[in-house]
């Protein structure tokens, strides 16, 4: 049973993954300030799956990251796959962006990535095998006004995807990104009003805003066996919006 490490999990689409992973991994999760959700989810998984556990972490502080692989690496022996779903929406005017905001966003969004993966990679290498999710978005491609600072911190999530998936290929590990469209989550509902939501949900060519659980089994798909010639990727799921 292969061990999957998923950061920002204890709600919205970390959570939805982790409840689609749960029959067939040791799950990892991670949360920083949402305590009693990551519990309750950790409680929920553990009903079916006894090889579950949490760990607070920050995951965009170096020393965080490497207690956390220490206790997955304790619990579990070592890590095969990582999500890197942590992540934070920020939404206003470009010369309303405070330079500790610009910071904030991209250490939590682009920096997490980074760190996780260079603290997973040497056990992937010596184990020739490893796969590395990063959760972009649709404007990591194309941009948003008034998400300048969402979209940089995206943008760099597929170019440093495209870059290790090339570095990190010879030695049997796979690395993509899925770069979602509108998801009905908390971080979508807290960035915007009902009346902008339905605006928003006009302009999808399905008609309706991603489930959480629509990402998490294309998740799934990406880290298995069926996907194995897949690397380098920025995987669009958004409905026909773009």
């Excluded at 649709?138 to 995206?154: N, P, Q, V």
Aim: no cysteine; aromatic share 8%; charged share 25%.
């Amino acid at each position: 049973m292969k061990t999957v490490l998923i950061t920002g999990s204890s709600r919205g689409i970390g959570a939805a993954i982790a409840r689609r992973l749960n029959d067939e991994y040791k799950i990892v999760l991670n949360y920083k300030n949402s305590k009693d959700a990551a519990f309750d989810l950790l409680y929920e998984l553990r009903e079916a799956n006894p090889n579950v556990i949490a760990i607070k972490a920050d995951v965009s502080d170096e020393d965080d990251v490497n207690m956390m692989f220490e206790v997955a690496e304790k619990n579990f022996g070592h890590v095969d796959i990582l999500i890197n779903n942590a992540g934070i929406s920020h939404f206003s005017l470009i010369q309303d962006i405070d330079f500790d905001t610009w910071k904030n966003v991209i250490n939590t969004n682009l920096n997490s990535v980074f760190l996780n993966s260079k603290r997973a990679i040497p056990s992937m290498i010596r184990n020739e095998y490893g796969v590395i999710i990063n959760m972009s978005s649709i404007w990591g491609d194309f941009g948003a006004s008034m998400e300048a600072l969402y979209s940089t911190s995206k943008g760099g999530i597929n170019t440093f995807t495209k870059a290790m998936a090339k570095e990190l290929a010879p030695s049997g590990i796979r690395v993509n990104a899925i770069a979602p469209g509108m998801v009905d989550t908390d971080l979508m509902r807290n960035d915007f009003t009902d009346s902008e939501l339905e605006d928003l949900k006009n302009e999808v060519s399905t008609g309706r805003f991603a489930k959480p659980e629509e990402i998490a089994g294309l998740v799934r798909y990406l880290i298995s066996d069926e996907a194995s010639y897949i690397t380098g990727d920025i995987i669009h799921i958004n409905g026909g919006f773009y």
